[in-house]
Structures are given as structure tokens and as C-alpha cells.
């Protein structure tokens, strides 16, 4: 009635190995979701079962997200902003002091026509957020070739920051006014 497995004695151990494992696995599983379920960002691990009495943390917005409601630029044409984010800062709602701001923000931008996608990075800074850094960091300078320094934080002003430099630098844009010159001199 039942079928006989042969096992040899390798393949016990085998299997014995493979069970050891997923059980470590497991083990390390539930430990993992014990313990973020008690500490808060920033908090050392413990073995305590008291809740935390920060709020819980939610994410905020996509890169997808945050591009999303951006209103097609015409200075950009066809080409569309898919994400736009910071490295350290939720881009909405943005820092708690609008006045003190200084991260990276990355771009990815996209062309319809030829599936292109690429990608920019600019550091973004405002006067008290610069001084903040340069202090924190105890530098004398700081150097960054794409830099946009912006009064406060606003995001609408930071993605048409964004808009004027892709047209000012990219080539695409180059060539489209290369283009436009030929077909004005032409026209005479």
C-alpha cells in the first residue's frame, strides 16, 4: 500500500542539512519581524515586548508618484519626467524646516519616441542647508557641478530648477535649436 523509499545513507544527510537550514531561516525570519515590530528607526533591537511609543513611520510617495502630477513641461516637449526623488528626503512632504534643505535629487527622464531613459543627479541646496552641511561636515568648501541652490524648499520650483538645466545641457535640446536656427535662416 504505501510506497518504500530507499534512502541512502548521503542522501539522509543530505536532507538533514537542507531542513537545518530552513529552520535557521525560519528561525531568523521570526526574530527579524519580532524585532522591527518593537523598535523605531534608530532604536537598538531589544529583547522587550513593550510597544514603541513613537508613531509607526509610513512611506511616502514613489519616485513614480511624486512624477506623476507633474504637468507636462512644453520647455521639455515630448520628453516626461517618470521619477523624481531625494536621496535622504521624502520629496513630499518635503523637510519639517523648508528653510534648511541639502540632498541629492535624482531624475529619470524619458523620451516617447525612442524608449530612451536616462538619468540626472543634482545636488539641491538652500543658503541655511549649505551652512548646516559645510558646519556639520567641518568642510571648507564644497564643490558640486550640478548644483541648484533654491531659497526654500518648494518642490514645484525645484522641478522647473530641473527643467530649465536638462534643456540648458542636454543635447537632445542642442540639436533641436541647431535645428530651429537652420530652418529660421532658411526661411529668409
Not at 100 to 127: C, I, N, R
Not at 161 to 177: I, M, N, P, Q, T
Amino acid at each position: 500500500m504505501f510506497p518504500v523509499l530507499l534512502v541512502s545513507p548521503d542522501d539522509s544527510m543530505k536532507m538533514l542539512f537542507v531542513l537545518i537550514i530552513a529552520g535557521v531561516f525560519v528561525l531568523l525570519a521570526r526574530l527579524a519581524s519580532r524585532s522591527s515590530s518593537n523598535s523605531s528607526p534608530g532604536e537598538s533591537i531589544s529583547d522587550s515586548d513593550q510597544p514603541s511609543e513613537q508613531p509607526d513611520l509610513t512611506w511616502g510617495p514613489s519616485a513614480e508618484e511624486v512624477a506623476a502630477p507633474f504637468p507636462a513641461d512644453p520647455l521639455l516637449g515630448k520628453i516626461r519626467i517618470q521619477k523624481f526623488y531625494f536621496a535622504q528626503t521624502e520629496a513630499s512632504p518635503g523637510p519639517t524646516d523648508p528653510e534648511v534643505f541639502a540632498d541629492e535629487l535624482f531624475v529619470e527622464l524619458h523620451d516617447p519616441d525612442t524608449g530612451h531613459d536616462w538619468w540626472q543627479s543634482y545636488f539641491v541646496v538652500t543658503p541655511k542647508g549649505l551652512a548646516n552641511l559645510l558646519a556639520e561636515k567641518h568642510w571648507k568648501y564644497v564643490h558640486a557641478p550640478e548644483m541648484l541652490g533654491v531659497p526654500r524648499y518648494d518642490l514645484e520650483e525645484i522641478r522647473r530648477a530641473v527643467v530649465s538645466r536638462v534643456v540648458a545641457e542636454h543635447e537632445y535640446y542642442k540639436g533641436l535649436k541647431e535645428k530651429e536656427q537652420v530652418e529660421e535662416e532658411s526661411l529668409d
